[in-house]
């Protein structure tokens, strides 16, 4: 299942308070979506469960997950969407830096 197509049918094949997405802002991005329209789309319906917050340059097949910063994507629009629709969830990056300690 990718891109926006692909979740809308799984949201409507079964309509339930508690069928809803865990929202890659990625997977979106790197399907060609435009993430903020997707993000109005599900998030007016409540269909937004979780969000993980990461970017990426290119698109499917040929793109490098990068940090939120670094992308394609426009994170401080898809922010200013998630605001709109009343998320109130977790935001989850994929990538994170390490620590002295982890290696």
Request: hydrophobic letters at 40%; one cysteine or more; glycine letters at 12%.
């Amino acid at each position: 299942m990718i891109g926006f197509a692909g979740f809308q049918k799984f949201i409507d094949l079964v309509p339930s308070p508690y069928n809803g997405l865990l929202l890659c802002l990625g997977c979106m991005q790197e399907a060609g979506e435009v993430v903020p329209d997707v993000i109005r789309y599900f998030g007016e319906r409540q269909k937004i469960f979780y969000v993980h917050f990461r970017n990426v340059i290119g698109s499917v097949p040929k793109y490098t997950e990068v940090f939120p910063d670094e992308g394609d994507g426009d994170m401080v629009a898809n922010l200013k969407a998630l605001k709109a629709v009343g998320y109130q969830g977790y935001l989850v990056p994929d990538h994170h830096f390490g620590v002295a300690a982890d290696d």
